[in-house]
């Protein structure tokens, strides 16, 4: 069978950019009165981001592939069409520039560059700059192939929201107040309040939740897995059934809102939808999985 070209495997190809610190709008009026060692961290960022960009076209051009670019700042309707219906997706950035392209990918796979390695969270990012153009030949070449993982699909009111690749958090939108909520899995409810209730794929497993308490989890698996933030419990009162656990493919774990500024995070702040009294959201493992370039062994537990 004859080997396909290398442009058939890369394209459509779609560049999801992030906006350095340095080049945002506010943030380069107050850099003039910043001290010289956080100027310089985000000038340094935005410097080593150029430098990526940079090589990231060369190996393209090399491969016979023309991208496409998104700033993860824009992601209008236009933009998800075309994320739609990409066969690669590029990020560039860091992690939240990766989850933010996740949400309006179908059937692409995803490659996330971390563009600045010493100043950007890249944990969900496989490759950077010099080792760049060596990981797109073997995508190329079909060397390297992406992981299947698992997403969260979160369901408010009949409205499903974009897929979760990290996370989903419940809570309060003022970061003191307590997050109160009604929690049902399969015949056990509970009532609780907390500081928040996170929701995790694996992929999510190493991050908030894992802070909060939570046990890594395979980057392949089919479960999701909740956990309460700093759980209130009453003084007398039977223990906490529903502090943490395990959502298997098939079940569906439903959270009904008992406050009236609640909010639901999707894998982080960008994309945020209201929650409020009486407003029930479902979590189920999502249909359609993400086909995402990844290390495995980072979410092998110790």
């Known amino acids: 069978m004859p080997t396909p070209p290398a442009d058939s495997l890369l394209s459509p190809c ?3 950019i992030k906006t350095p610190v340095a080049s945002r709008e506010r943030v380069a009026e107050r850099l003039g009165s910043t001290g010289r060692r956080l100027t310089g961290q985000v000038e340094n960022a935005a410097r080593e981001q150029e430098r990526t960009l940079d090589t990231l076209q060369e190996a393209l051009a090399r491969l016979g592939v023309t991208p496409v670019t998104v700033s993860v700042d824009a992601v209008d309707a236009r933009a998800r069409r075309t994320l739609a219906a990409a066969r690669l997706v590029i990020s560039v950035g860091g992690d939240g520039t990766l989850l933010t392209a996740s949400h309006w990918i179908t059937g692409a796979a995803l490659l996330g560059v971390n563009s600045a390695p010493r100043s950007s969270v890249g944990y969900l990012t496989l490759t950077r700059r010099s080792i760049l153009a060596r990981d ?3 995508i190329a070449r079909g060397t390297l192939l992406p992981q299947v993982v698992d997403r969260i699909e979160a369901e408010i009111e009949g409205r499903r929201l974009p897929p979760a690749l990290n996370d989903v958090l419940i809570a309060h939108e003022q970061p003191a107040a307590t997050s109160r ?5 399969g015949r056990r409810g509970e009532d609780q309040r907390s500081s928040g209730l996170w929701v ?3 992929a999510g497993s190493t ?4 802070s909060a308490g939570g046990e890594p989890m395979p980057l392949v698996t089919r479960r999701l897995q909740f956990r309460a933030r700093e759980l209130y419990r009453p003084r007398g009162r039977r223990a906490a059934v529903l502090e943490s656990g395990f959502v298997e493919d098939g079940q569906e774990l439903v959270v009904e809102s008992a406050m009236e500024a609640g909010w639901l995070f999707v ?3 960008r994309e945020a939808t ?3 009294f009486g407003t029930r959201a479902i979590f189920r493992v999502a249909e359609q999985p993400l086909l995402l370039f990844a290390d495995p062994a980072r979410w092998t537990p110790a």
């Open 267 to 269: 894998d982080g702040a």
């Open 136 to 138: 797109l030949a073997r």
């Open 14 to 16: 779609v560049l999801v």
């Open 181 to 185: 909520y009604h929690l049902r899995l």
């Open 200 to 202: 995790a794929t694996g």
């Open 207 to 210: 991050a908030g939740i894992r």
């Open 274 to 276: 209201r929650f409020p």
